[in-house]
């Protein structure tokens, strides 16, 4: 904080029995370590919970707008397919396939970056900007001639989505604590389960469009980019930067102080300023970035075959043109429910790797549903399963690798990375479900079973892990005097606790 911050920030007595409650990781917080509770603001619990609350009217429905449409324009490929699309631009071979592909290739070179970028451009700014070029390029599409132009113009769409999606919950952890965290992450990637039902409703729309002026397909991707590009023109005014930059006009001066003594509640300089560079390096040589990339490999290829390939495999399940459009609806409405009781469950418990090996194993069996038996019946449970077990399991990782790299930079340089890495698979996505394998699409099911399978028991072995290393910190001896100060050492800190 700035001796200026702190010139605005008052700072009365504390009032220390509020904080008597508060638990930092697994350390009690007491008088001992009140001053570090609310070193800048006497507030009460009530008074906390009021601006959380508005936080999750104001701050986390935007974000969730955001990653809702993020999702809705990338997904509407596959949706615009039963509308006529490959006949229409003439897609031979692979060609479809490799559209698809580009989006990942551009995620994935450029993933890295995005969470690193809200450390050096005001994030309502950066937001609102990568918002802007993702739907012009959603809206684009409806101009693509051939395999050329819908090639290039998936790859800018990708690279405006990777610059958005590891900020999203680099954002938010500017706003929430751990313990509020993960049902908020829950809260806007479960949106991407209510863009396949939108997606679904409105493909299905467009499939009685008049195709007098454009094809349906154009009319698809159009209604779909322009009001995110509306979106995208707002959000400067609604979303705030980080606490210690600005204080919003729509926020009071109790509201601000809080928001920074929370910045700071359970370790100190989480927040540096700039991007620091050792942390960066820290991150990228820390092991757990790489078991985590292995556990949202599986999540990551799953997430790229349901945006790319669903409606294709409902088509052959029975449900023929646009009606397989429709039909992603209830699977979608599944996995939106059923994550935001699982992260909720998360955040009581305390628990991430349980239950996201739980939800793997799920989405594991639900492909081999779908590639190994014939009765569509059976196969389109297998569906249920697959969208529900992707659905349930990723936003508690995205959180766990939030918890788990401590300062900003690191948290940063961990969420690019993981979700750039393994965005690699969704290139494969687009060619382990080639249209000559159909109905079966044997060898995509058992592949992504098998990384559905990989992430599960990867999860079980990170929480084994960091258990034993907390076992181990628990043995030295440790400083309870107040928040984890992450200097060079950043989540290596003896006194730090891993979630599990």
């Given at each position: 904080?700035?001796?200026?911050?702190?010139?605005?920030?008052?700072?009365?007595?504390?009032?220390?029995?509020?904080?008597?409650?508060?638990?930092?990781?697994?350390?009690?917080?007491?008088?001992?370590?009140?001053?570090?509770?609310?070193?800048?603001?006497?507030?009460?619990?009530?008074?906390?919970?009021?601006?959380?609350?508005?936080?999750?009217?104001?701050?986390?429905?935007?974000?969730?707008?955001?990653?809702?449409?993020?999702?809705?324009?990338?997904?509407?490929?596959?949706?615009?397919?039963?509308?006529?699309i490959k006949q229409d631009l003439h897609l031979v071979g692979s060609e479809?396939?490799?559209?698809?592909?580009?989006?990942?290739?551009?995620?994935?070179?450029?993933?890295?970056?995005?969470?690193?970028?809200?450390?050096?451009?005001?994030?309502?700014?950066?937001?609102?900007?990568?918002?802007?070029?993702?739907?012009?390029?959603?809206?684009?599409?409806?101009?693509?001639?051939?395999?050329?132009?819908?090639?290039?113009?998936?790859?800018?769409?990708?690279?405006?989505?990777?610059?958005?999606?590891?900020?999203?919950?680099?954002?938010?952890?500017?706003?929430?604590?751990?313990?509020?965290?993960?049902?908020?992450?829950?809260?806007?990637?479960?949106?991407?389960?209510?863009?396949?039902?939108?997606?679904?409703?409105?493909?299905?729309?467009?499939?009685?469009?008049?195709?007098?002026?454009?094809?349906?397909?154009?009319?698809?991707?159009?209604?779909?980019?322009?009001?995110?590009?509306?979106?995208?023109?707002?959000?400067?005014?609604?979303?705030?930067?980080?606490?210690?930059?600005?204080?919003?006009?729509?926020?009071?001066?109790?509201?601000?102080?809080?928001?920074?003594?929370?910045?700071?509640?359970?370790?100190?300089?989480?927040?540096?300023?700039?991007?620091?560079?050792?942390?960066?390096?820290?991150?990228?040589?820390?092991?757990?970035?790489?078991?985590?990339?292995?556990?949202?490999?599986?999540?990551?290829?799953?997430?790229?075959?349901?945006?790319?390939?669903?409606?294709?495999?409902?088509?052959?399940?029975?449900?023929?043109?646009?009606?397989?459009?429709?039909?992603?609806?209830?699977p979608y409405a599944v996995g939106y429910f059923g994550l935001l009781l699982?992260?909720?469950?998360?955040?009581?418990?305390?628990?991430?790797?349980?239950?996201?090996?739980?939800?793997?194993?799920?989405?594991?069996?639900?492909?081999?549903?779908?590639?190994?038996?014939?009765?569509?019946?059976?196969?389109?449970?297998?569906?249920?399963?697959?969208?529900?077990?992707?659905?349930?399991?990723?936003?508690?990782?995205?959180?766990?690798?939030?918890?788990?790299?401590?300062?900003?930079?690191?948290?940063?340089?961990?969420?690019?990375?993981?979700?750039?890495?393994?965005?690699?698979?969704?290139?494969?996505?687009?060619?382990?479900?080639?249209?000559?394998?159909?109905?079966?699409?044997?060898?995509?099911?058992?592949?992504?079973?098998?990384?559905?399978?990989?992430?599960?028991?990867?999860?079980?072995?990170?929480?084994?892990?960091?258990?034993?290393?907390?076992?181990?910190?628990?043995?030295?001896?440790?400083?309870?005097?107040?928040?984890?100060?992450?200097?060079?050492?950043?989540?290596?800190?003896?006194?730090?606790?891993?979630?599990?």
């Open positions: 904080m700035t001796d200026n911050q702190r010139s605005q920030t008052p700072s009365p007595d504390l009032d220390k029995a509020m904080v008597l409650h508060l638990e930092m990781q697994d350390i009690k917080v007491d008088e001992a370590t009140a001053e570090y509770a609310a070193p800048t603001a006497s507030h009460t619990q009530d008074e906390e919970r009021a601006f959380v609350r508005r936080l999750d009217r104001r701050v986390l429905p935007w974000i969730m707008i955001l990653y809702m449409l993020s999702y809705l324009d990338r997904s509407v490929l596959g949706n615009s397919v039963a509308l006529g479809y396939e490799w559209a698809g592909a580009l989006f990942y290739c551009a995620t994935f070179a450029f993933g890295t970056i995005g969470g690193l970028m809200l450390k050096v451009v005001k994030p309502r700014y950066y937001l609102a900007g990568c918002c802007i070029g993702w739907g012009g390029m959603a809206a684009a599409q409806a101009a693509a001639t051939g395999f050329a132009s819908l090639g290039a113009i998936r790859f800018l769409l990708g690279l405006f989505e990777a610059s958005f999606a590891p900020g999203c919950a680099f954002y938010l952890s500017f706003w929430y604590t751990k313990d509020e965290l993960t049902l908020r992450i829950a809260a806007y990637a479960g949106t991407s389960a209510i863009s396949g039902v939108i997606g679904g409703l409105v493909s299905y729309a467009f499939g009685f469009a008049s195709q007098n002026v454009l094809k349906q397909w154009q009319w698809l991707f159009i209604a779909e980019g322009i009001p995110t590009i509306i979106v995208g023109v707002l959000t400067p005014f609604i979303l705030p930067d980080r606490p210690e930059q600005v204080k919003p006009r729509w926020m009071s001066d109790k509201e601000h102080a809080i928001a920074l003594d929370r910045r700071n509640r359970y370790v100190k300089n989480a927040s540096d300023e700039g991007i620091n560079w050792n942390h960066v390096r820290a991150g990228f040589m820390d092991y757990r970035l790489w078991l985590f990339a292995v556990i949202y490999a599986g999540l990551s290829l799953s997430l790229a075959v349901i945006s790319i390939f669903l409606p294709s495999l409902l088509s052959v399940m029975g449900f023929a043109g646009y009606k397989s459009n429709l039909m992603t609806v209830p699982l992260s909720w469950v998360s955040g009581r418990i305390h628990q991430r790797g349980i239950l996201i090996s739980l939800a793997a194993a799920v989405g594991g069996v639900g492909y081999l549903l779908v590639g190994l038996v014939s009765g569509s019946a059976v196969r389109y449970f297998g569906a249920f399963l697959v969208v529900g077990g992707t659905y349930w399991s990723f936003p508690i990782v995205l959180a766990w690798i939030a918890n788990t790299f401590a300062t900003d930079s690191k948290a940063a340089t961990g969420l690019g990375a993981v979700i750039a890495v393994t965005h690699a698979v969704g290139i494969a996505a687009a060619h382990i479900f080639p249209s000559n394998q159909a109905p079966q699409y044997r060898m995509g099911s058992i592949v992504s079973a098998a990384l559905m399978l990989a992430a599960a028991v990867g999860a079980i072995v990170m929480s084994q892990l960091l258990q034993t290393e907390n076992k181990r910190r628990d043995r030295l001896q440790r400083d309870e005097t107040g928040p984890v100060a992450l200097g060079a050492a950043a989540d290596k800190d003896p006194n730090f606790r891993y979630v599990l």
